[in-house]
């Protein structure tokens, strides 16, 4: 077999067996086959499109790349939630405590903030002392001993995705579902669960803008997963305005501790609740939907999720007093207050704009590396559909530095006032099992 073939047979729009595939994953990961090459070979499978089967396939073969974690020692049905990415996006601080109190085992490998999108694993370690390098053997005994833990994955979960996703960054290659698919699925196997709830997102914030793509997106996702024998459910939600009223590290970490209360945002304690329950549906521990959403609500009315989640942050070394003393997490020494110009009824803030403006007053990431400022982020006083009158503030952003002009000016371009009706935004759109 050679590469140049796969790459022909690829490039006329023939179906490329598991074989073959295989063997091109193998050869990139082991650097036999060039980066060259592996960017046609994305090219080809981007243009062409692959099969359901060629996807399962690359999932498989991106997946045994490297290490994976091995929770057959966990009792239990095993749960992992993935969000395909957004702004304001603290679900996960707020899900995970709640379906580990009910009882379902969750390890979870997340990742960093990235351009406009924030990302769990910084958002953790804006609580002092939390630890997100965990070793495999860590996690495990983890998830043994509390029911939960999340971890930034090592360099040998996966590095077949590492080297295409840098690849695909740089061929205008990333936006081709089966290739997203692969990249996220090939990453859940390695998590080593045996069930997922996807957060498929749709709008301005998210990697997919309409709800077609989202929802393609999603029924693929739902697809690949059934086939590799895994039981998955994706939710679409909508990321035409931000998550709550708070973006950024710290913010998020502040508005996710509000919900585990019991209070906070009605959008995101929806949409917590919603993703909880079908976690909890996956996982047998309801025979309904409403009977797992009264099970999971539950956890936040009793006090349990807001236990598991001060035990979780205890356990990864970081200071459990945060669920009672905001004060403890980095606090800002600038701020600056965005106002209405005129009165009308707000349109939804925009996502990519405010989540644009985070990172350039150094709440998030230009690119892989940089620095983060977790004391960085937006409040937004109001959400689309508000009456506002002239000189009302719409948003306080802050940071441990003096913020940018350009940070300020994203903002104020992320609120529009209309003399008309703003329809009600609904958080979850749909869901696809
Ligand atoms: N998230 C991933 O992990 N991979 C993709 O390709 C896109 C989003």
């Not at 980066?35 to 046609?40: C, K, L, P, V």
């Not at 043994?144 to 740089?170: Q, S």
């Not at 970081?318 to 997490?329: A, F, I, K, S």
């Not at 903002?411 to 009706?421: G, H, I, P, Y």
Request: hydrophobic share 45%; charged share 25%.
């Amino acid at each position: 077999m050679r590469a140049q073939e796969i790459l022909a047979k690829k490039r006329d729009g023939g179906v490329l067996t598991e074989e073959e595939i295989r063997y091109f994953v193998n050869g990139v990961v082991r650097g036999e086959i060039p980066d060259y090459q592996a960017a046609a070979f994305l090219m080809a499978a981007y243009v062409r499109g692959l099969t359901e089967e060629e996807t399962l396939a690359l999932t498989l073969a991106m997946a045994d790349s490297g290490e994976k974690l091995d929770l057959s020692s966990v009792p239990g049905f095993k749960m992992d939630k993935h969000s395909t990415g957004g702004v304001g996006d603290k679900l996960t601080l707020v899900v995970l405590p709640m379906v580990a109190a009910v009882g379902i085992p969750v390890a979870k490998l997340s990742g960093r903030a990235l351009g406009h999108t924030g990302g769990t694993i910084d958002k953790l370690e804006s609580i002092p002392g939390f630890r997100t390098n965990l070793t495999r053997e860590e996690i495990v005994r983890q998830v043994e001993d509390i029911g939960l833990a999340v971890a930034e994955p090592g360099e040998e979960i996966v590095p077949a995705d590492k080297i295409f996703y840098a690849l695909r960054d740089v061929t205008a290659t990333v936006d081709s579902k089966p290739l997203i698919v692969a990249s996220i699925l090939s990453k859940k196997l390695a998590g080593g669960a045996d069930g997922f709830v996807f957060d498929v997102k749709a709008g301005s914030g998210a990697f997919m803008p309409t709800e077609e793509d989202a929802r393609e997106l999603a029924t693929l996702l739902v697809r690949i997963s059934k086939k590799l024998g895994k039981r998955a459910t994706a939710i679409l939600t909508n990321m035409i305005q931000p998550h709550g009223y708070e973006i950024g590290n710290a913010n998020e970490v502040r508005e996710a501790i509000e919900v585990l209360k019991g209070g906070g945002p009605d959008d995101v304690k929806g949409a917590a609740v919603r993703m909880a329950a079908e976690m909890a549906l996956l996982a047998g521990k309801a025979e309904t939907i409403l009977e797992a959403v009264r099970l999971v609500d539950d956890t936040l009315a009793s006090g349990a999720a807001l236990e598991k989640f001060a035990e979780w942050v205890e356990r990864q070394g970081g200071d459990p007093r945060v669920v009672d003393d905001y004060e403890l997490l980095p606090q800002p020494e600038y701020e600056v207050i965005v106002g209405a110009e005129r009165e009308g009824i707000l349109m939804p803030p925009d996502a990519r704009l405010i989540g644009e403006a985070v990172m350039l007053a150094g709440g998030g990431r230009r690119k892989k590396g940089d620095p983060i400022d977790h004391a960085a982020g937006v409040t937004l006083y109001y959400r689309g559909g508000s009456k506002i009158f002239r000189g009302d503030a719409l948003a306080r952003m802050v940071a441990s530095q003096e913020i940018p002009d350009e940070a300020v000016e994203k903002l104020v371009q992320a609120f529009k006032v209309t003399e008309e009706d703003v329809t009600c935004i609904q958080t979850v759109i749909d869901v696809v099992r």
